[in-house]
Nanobody
Framework: QVQLVESGGGLVQAGGSLRLSCAAS????????MGWFRQAPGKEREFVAG????????NYADSVKGRFTISRENAKNTVYLQMNSLKPEDTAVYYC???????????????????WGRGTQVTVSS
């Protein structure tokens, strides 16, 4: 059974940092693009960051550029999201996702991702 399990969420003050991890099991995603999405209460799910299968290309939402960094460690079948300078508006459930393809093009549409984790809560207090 394919599983993506997020961890590392929690409560942090504005200006602080968190590092999210996404561990995959059931199959390897070393040849798949990966991404992070988030959904705040009352809002639609939105793309946060994505990374190509090799790690050579990344894509970020404008709202997190310069603050968040996505990376991957294929040997561990794990993807990370380093979040710095957190703001209250970053509060959301963060989801890891695996695309059904591997490419140098990193797409932001949720429909391009076939596998999803259950999410981890990130709360940023002001």
């Amino acid at each position: 059974q394919v599983q993506l399990v997020e961890s590392g969420g929690g409560l942090v003050q504005a200006g602080g940092s968190l590092r999210l991890s996404c561990a995959a099991s059931g199959r390897t995603f070393n040849t798949n693009n990966m991404g992070w999405f988030r959904q705040a209460p009352g809002k639609e799910r939105e793309f946060v960051a994505g990374i190509s299968w090799s790690g050579g290309n990344t894509n970020y939402a404008d709202s997190v550029k310069g603050r968040f960094t996505i990376s991957r460690e294929n040997a561990k079948n794990t993807v990370y999201l380093q979040m710095n300078s957190l703001k209250p508006e970053d509060t959301a459930v963060y989801y890891c996702a695996a695309a059904s393809y591997g490419s140098g093009s990193v797409y932001s549409q949720g429909s391009m991702y076939a596998y999803w984790g259950r999410g981890t809560q990130v709360t940023v207090s002001s």
